[in-house]
């Protein structure tokens, strides 16, 4: 009975009301997948093998500058906890993602830093990279955070102080 005494006096109980649901229909993954099909199809036609090793080593390469982009500004923003985030590779969600609930403001702000740092860092590399690998790069850039940036879109009347949580076919954001 003591026991259950501390535990009930040292224990956090969190309450989230759910207030917007986002289905994501299995028609729209796979539409989105065949847009990354049809763009490996353009970079062969358009470009031969080269144009089909940039589009394989472009999803690779954005991979890495969203990593770090993300990471870094977590640093900056004081996130703390970085078992929030990890590798997801199943649609829509491919890349470092939240795999737990994460601040709607924090993913707010680390999705708009993302798309700006990230063109920016592939606008630094134009001088050196060959055509077919900076329209591999912008590509895969956009079309990463294109489910990303239409969810924010959805969601940009709620308020900021709430939560998101991202599922292989849905995306539930919570109010505390």
């Not at 394989?56 to 906890?81: N, S």
């Amino acid at each position: 009975m003591k026991r259950e005494q501390q535990l009930n006096r040292n224990a956090t109980i969190y309450h989230y009301q759910l207030i917007h649901k986002i289905n994501i229909p299995q028609e729209v993954m796979a539409s989105y997948m065949s847009i990354s099909l049809i763009f490996g199809l353009f970079q062969f036609l358009m470009y031969q093998w080269s144009g089909l090793l940039s589009w394989m080593l472009g999803i690779l390469i954005i991979q890495v500058v969203h990593y770090l982009i993300i990471r870094l500004t977590m640093i900056r923003v004081d996130e703390p906890d970085d078992r929030r985030w990890s590798w997801r590779s199943t649609i829509p969600w491919i890349g470092y993602v939240p795999v737990q609930m994460v601040d709607h403001g924090l993913f707010r702000k680390l999705h708009r830093h993302l798309l700006w740092f990230g063109l920016c860092m592939i606008a630094v590399i134009y001088p050196w990279a060959p055509e077919p690998y900076m329209v591999s790069l912008i590509c895969w850039h956009l079309w990463t955070l294109m489910p990303r940036l239409v969810i924010l879109h959805k969601l940009r009347k709620n308020r900021r102080d709430g939560v998101l949580k991202l599922q292989s076919n849905e995306v539930c954001f919570y109010h505390r």
